[in-house]
């Protein structure tokens, strides 16, 4: 165990010397990937499909993790906190996930206020078990929260300069490579039976699951709580304004995102943590909702860092 993982061990004895007689159990929190992620996403018209006939793989897909919280509206002094940084291979993570931290002798009742970040990583940053020291580094130097790989592919698909069905060229795969910097915290967590936070078993382990998902940049809205909503990908082949088969952040700025998400086809960008101008700013937004918990549970209250 590093230095950086003793602390809330530590920060735990402190702030709880009230509870010592009492009941308590431990906890362990893993970074767990949504499916979408190592499995892709497939066309089709199914609740997790993608409704317009692409097939998504992933090749990498790197994220920032931190700043682990919890505490008790009963006992707002009692805080389990680890305010360390973690790079993440999602695509490389061991079975049942990676643990990001562990807490001991944690009083046995809910923890209603659960919150973690997905910062922009700083020289602080870990690589976790299964990450190359070589992408720890490369998140590290530019400071980013999210780096992913993949493509897109439907045999008979196009590509229309944003969305303009007069100028469509052949497009059966495009690829994206897109890093982002776009720290966010996420806060008020709840697991998918809409109960916040978790429960210390008396003398046994609460096991933790910050999930991140790896769909939200297909989704038709910007999700603050179940998520209601179709997946598209058309959008992507649409802003490879040179055709060369990529689609890059240059190519987002400069396409405006009302002539790539469209009220027609189902779109509602409201809602959003920063005005959605450019495809871009789709993109930022939607990788601003990436974190989520126990699985489908939200964390809906989300900040800028």
């Known amino acids: 165990m590093t230095t950086a993982r003793l602390i809330p061990v ?10 010592a007689t009492g009941s308590t159990g431990s906890v362990q ?10 499995e892709g996403l ?3 018209d199914g609740e997790e499909n993608v409704v317009d006939g692409w097939t998504v793989r992933y090749s990498k897909f790197l994220v920032t993790v931190g700043d682990f919280k919890a505490s008790r509206s009963s006992a707002s002094s009692e805080v389990l906190a680890d305010p360390g940084q973690t790079v993440v291979d999602l695509l490389q993570l061991p079975p049942g996930g990676f643990v990001l931290t562990e807490f001991d002798d944690v009083a046995a009742e809910r923890w209603d206020r659960v919150g973690y970040s997905l910062p922009n990583a700083d020289d602080s940053a870990e690589a976790a078990d299964g990450t190359d020291a070589a992408d720890r580094d490369f998140m590290v130097q530019a400071g980013l929260s ?10 008979d698909g196009q590509s229309c300069l944003l969305g303009d ?3 469509c060229s052949k497009a059966p795969v495009v690829r994206f490579s897109w890093s982002l910097a776009a720290g966010t915290s996420f806060a008020d967590c709840a697991g998918p039976d809409g109960i916040a936070g978790f429960a210390v078993p008396s003398g046994g382990t609460a096991q933790i699951k910050p999930t991140i998902h790896g769909d939200h940049w297909f989704f038709t809205n910007i999700t603050q709580g179940a998520e209601i909503t179709e997946r598209r990908a058309q959008w992507i082949a649409d802003a490879d304004a040179d ?6 952040l240059d190519e987002l700025r400069a396409a405006p995102a009302a002539k790539l998400f ?6 509602n960008l409201s809602g959003a943590l920063i005005p959605v101008v450019t495809a871009y700013d789709y993109l930022e937004a939607q990788v601003r909702t ?3 918990f126990q699985g489908e549970g939200e964390c809906p209250t989300r900040e800028l860092l």
Do not use: R
């Not at 530590?10 to 509870?19: D, E, F, H, K």
């Not at 929190?29 to 190592?38: G, L, Q, R, S």
């Not at 999210?146 to 045999?155: A, N, Q, R, W, Y």
């Open 290 to 292: 990436l974190g989520d």
């Open 29 to 38: 929190v893993f970074i767990e990937a949504e499916d979408t992620i190592p």
């Open 42 to 44: 497939d066309p089709g």
């Open 243 to 248: 055709l060369d088969g990529e689609t890059t």
């Open 10 to 19: 530590v920060a735990l004895l402190l702030t709880s010397a009230c509870t």
């Open 262 to 267: 469209p009220a027609e086809l189902g779109y």
């Open 165 to 167: 069905p007069a100028a």
């Open 146 to 155: 999210l780096h992913v790989e993949g493509e897109i592919s439907k045999p």
